[in-house]
């Protein structure tokens, strides 16, 4: 009869050990796949989609347990820090006016901006350039127009000024739309977050596998 006897503790430890170590090797092989197959697809859709440089970078990812615990189930998460952006583009929702407001004043390029960047509002361009013409459009809605001649002047003033920045500067007469004017807007579709999520579910498989079984 043989008997063999164990150190009960020693085992343990091997056994401690190896859990450490796979689940570490699978920690590594979860960031890894998770930035190559969530994270960077996810920025480079948004930056195709929106042509932007800053959305993109909006989007950050991370392992779950984020402490570092030995696990050998972990998860990896991806999140923006501009959702409400992202969730209009990738949803393609209905965008109406607030206020009681009938209409959209949705600016064209010759609006000029303004020193924080965004485009001047109706009111301020008016005062600008005078009262607008609204000419509708077939599939509803109105262009708000305005003669150009009436802005030289006090397009010259404001440069003088420094405060000209995109001012309006055209041929007499010269009839400019500044503004389109919707009921409703209904933005498309760009982004596809969930198809990302699903293809990246699929191939992780191989890269947890792979993790697993090396030494």
């Known amino acids: 009869m043989i008997r063999a006897e164990f150190d009960k503790g020693q085992v343990q430890r091997a056994l401690d050990a190896e859990f450490t170590a796979l689940s570490r090797r699978v920690r590594l092989a979860t960031e890894q796949a998770g930035r190559d197959l969530v994270l960077i697809p996810l920025r480079e859709m948004t930056a195709a989609a929106l042509n932007s440089r800053k959305l993109p970078t909006a989007w950050r990812g991370g392992v779950f347990p984020n402490g570092g615990d030995p696990t050998l189930s972990p998860a990896f998460f991806a999140y923006t820090k501009a959702p409400k952006i992202i969730a ?7 965008i109406r006016p607030l206020g009681g407001k009938r209409y959209l004043w ?23 350039v005078g009262s607008f013409k609204f000419v509708p459009l077939k599939n509803g809605g109105f262009v708000a127009m305005a003669a150009a001649s009436k802005s030289r002047a006090r397009a010259r003033a404001h440069r003088r000024a420094g405060t000209g920045k995109g001012a309006i500067i055209k041929r007499n007469g010269e009839m400019l739309a500044f503004y389109i004017l919707k009921p409703q807007v209904r933005l498309a579709k760009r982004l596809d977050v969930a198809a990302i999520a699903e293809k990246a579910g699929a191939s992780y498989r191989i890269s947890y596998e792979r993790a697993a079984n090396s030494q």
């Not at 209009?88 to 209905?94: I, K, Q, S």
């Not at 901006?113 to 008016?126: A, I």
Request: charged content about 30%.
């Open 106 to 128: 949705i600016p064209t390029e010759n609006v000029p901006r303004t020193r924080g960047g965004g485009r001047m509002d109706p009111k301020t361009l008016s005062a600008r």
């Open 88 to 94: 209009a583009f990738e949803e393609g929702p209905t």
